[in-house]
């Protein structure tokens, strides 16, 4: 995989972060359709903040994800943004998560992320 360099109007840029994020209780949530749909979120979450999703994959009690984040976005917003906006747009198609993850939070708190 070559590293093609990125630019901003005054910056080149060459920014990968490798990150991991679970579900509320690590429950094994992400399978069928919710994994379809969750990967349909992450995408169109990503395209809207310009973030380039390199490789991603999910199991049944995590998301890897390997992102290159321009350098506007901090990795916390950036990851704020995602799993805030990715657990409200579950909760509008799947009503039925509510009875397993309470009000609304379909994330576990915090995440693991790592440079590459």
């Known amino acids: 995989m070559a590293n093609k360099l990125n630019s ?64 506007k976005l901090s990795v916390s917003q950036f990851m704020g943004y995602l799993k805030g906006k990715s657990a409200l747009m579950m909760f509008d198609r799947h009503a039925n998560l509510k009875y397993k993850y309470g009000n609304r939070h379909f994330g576990a708190e915090g995440y693991y992320v790592s440079t590459v």
Not at 17 to 27: A, D, L
Not at 37 to 59: A, T
């Open 8 to 71: 901003l109007a005054h910056t080149k840029w060459l920014c990968k972060y490798h990150i991991v994020f679970i579900p509320k209780y690590r429950r094994k949530a992400i399978f069928n359709q919710y994994r379809r749909d969750l990967r349909d979120y992450i995408r169109l979450l990503c395209k809207y903040k310009g973030v380039e999703i390199i490789e991603g994959h999910m199991m049944p009690d995590h998301v890897h994800l390997l992102v290159s984040i321009p350098p």
